[in-house]
């Protein structure tokens, strides 16, 4: 294995192509489309394919004989991308489309989560805004109201009034929202507790789970605001202690894949289980993605000190075989900068500053929205670095990050102040 394709161009995709390249079998890794932070990497290149162009993907696999692809994003797993690279035998990381409904169908995944008796919330689907208001206002609130379909981590609205709940409800149906993502929605009861990310590797029923983390998907200091695609993270979760992470197994990630293999699609790939832990220690299932997370993955890729390129090498070909992972005993935490607006209008094309300050070998600024023009690099999105730092614990962790943040600035740039505040505080 010499030659590995990396999907996507966020900053989850920039942390894979940087542990990717860390591996002693890995020669040069290709990002397509990438960003500004993976063109800066050594023996990494952005190639101009879209992520969801899925043929010239596969072209360009077979071109350059590309030993193994991974994919970042959830679209063109949902798309069927793995489908298209098995079919014309290009080793590919990631689960087959059936098994992307997961992520890829709110709905899907809710009556998957209901046939194998997977602990999640009270739930109904609908298509007609009439009948989702009559039965709105049976329920108490707050109420959760999700787009079926993939809305870039901001498809999920909490709604504590009547009337947001049923604004959400009409905007997401009309297709305003989110367009056909929101044709069909899900209504949920609403969970107290706190979430945590927990992912695993699956190759069939072999499953390694990754280091837990949690992350903060609220815009604004203590998780007010709009829901993002997460605004930071922390790994390890306090919260995922050894009876915690037995239960998460026992009762949610094996009879997940269990289901998987009894419906006649064994899982591969990553597999991601946002979990709400109750205030009763009952973990349950808010939502489910087919891929890792983002922003977890940039410190758990701090912390991983196994070869990345190896674990997905063996899934990739079947040959996974259970072993422990080897992580770094300290902590890691990103904090995400955003361009101001973001998750809603937010300005692009700003000169980011400060980029060129050397980070601390305990530190890494992660590149997601961004694009070289020259010798400068520009903000092309709305989340646009991920800043992370490892830490003896994770209060450290969170010094050291913002250390490196007060490094950096651009016109509007907008950020939390208190990732991992949760963590410090318990």
């Known amino acids: 294995m010499k030659k590995v394709l990396v999907i996507g161009s966020g900053g989850r995709e920039h942390a894979l192509a940087w542990k990717l390249i860390q591996s002693p079998q890995v020669e040069q890794v290709y990002v397509a489309p990438g960003n500004a932070g993976t063109q800066l990497e050594a023996n990494v290149d952005n190639i101009d394919i879209a992520s969801d162009d899925l043929q010239a993907l596969l072209e360009f696999a077979q071109q350059y004989a590309i030993d193994l692809t991974l994919v970042g994003p959830e679209a063109p797993l949902v798309a069927g991308i793995v489908d298209a690279f098995k079919q014309a035998d290009m080793l590919i990381f990631g689960p087959q489309q059936y098994n992307a409904q997961l992520e890829g169908s709110k709905a899907f995944a809710k009556h998957f989560m209901q046939s194998f008796k997977i602990p999640t919330a009270e739930f109904r689907e609908f298509t007609e805004p009439q009948a989702a208001l009559t039965y709105l206002r049976s329920r108490s609130l707050p109420i959760v109201i999700k787009a079926d379909g993939l809305a870039a981590g901001k498809g999920v609205v909490i709604a504590h009034s009547a009337d947001e709940a049923e604004r959400a409800v009409l905007t997401m149906l009309s297709g305003d929202a989110h367009g056909d993502a929101g044709k069909k929605i899900v209504i949920e009861e609403f969970i107290q507790g706190q979430e945590v990310s927990f992912i695993c590797v699956v190759d069939h029923n072999t499953v390694i789970p990754l280091a837990s983390s949690q992350d903060h998907k609220a815009r604004d200091d203590a998780d007010k605001g709009p829901n993002t695609g997460g605004m930071g993270a922390y790994s390890p979760s306090p919260l995922v202690d050894q009876a915690m992470h037995e239960k998460i197994m026992t009762q949610v990630i094996l009879p997940t894949v269990q289901g998987f293999i009894v419906s006649g699609h064994p899982y591969q790939g990553f597999l991601y289980a946002g979990i709400m832990i109750t205030p009763e220690g009952v973990p349950k299932v808010l939502e489910f993605n087919c891929r890792l997370g983002d922003p977890e993955t940039q410190p758990i890729m701090l912390r991983l000190q196994s070869d990345l390129a190896e674990l997905c090498w063996d899934v990739a070909r079947n040959q996974l075989t259970s072993r422990h992972l080897r992580w770094s005993e300290q902590s890691a935490l990103g904090v995400v900068l955003a361009s101001g607006g973001y998750p809603y209008n937010y300005g692009k094309g700003d000169t980011i500053n400060g980029l060129d300050q050397a980070c601390p070998a305990h530190a890494k600024v992660f590149h997601a929205g961004t694009v070289q023009a020259g ?48 963590a410090i505080s318990d």
């Open 375 to 422: 010798e400068e690099v520009k903000t092309s999105g709305g989340r646009v670095l991920c800043v992370t730092a490892l830490g003896d614990d994770v209060k450290q962790a969170q010094q050291r990050a913002y250390q490196e943040v007060r490094k950096i600035s651009w016109n509007k740039m907008f950020y939390r102040n208190d990732i991992g505040y949760r």
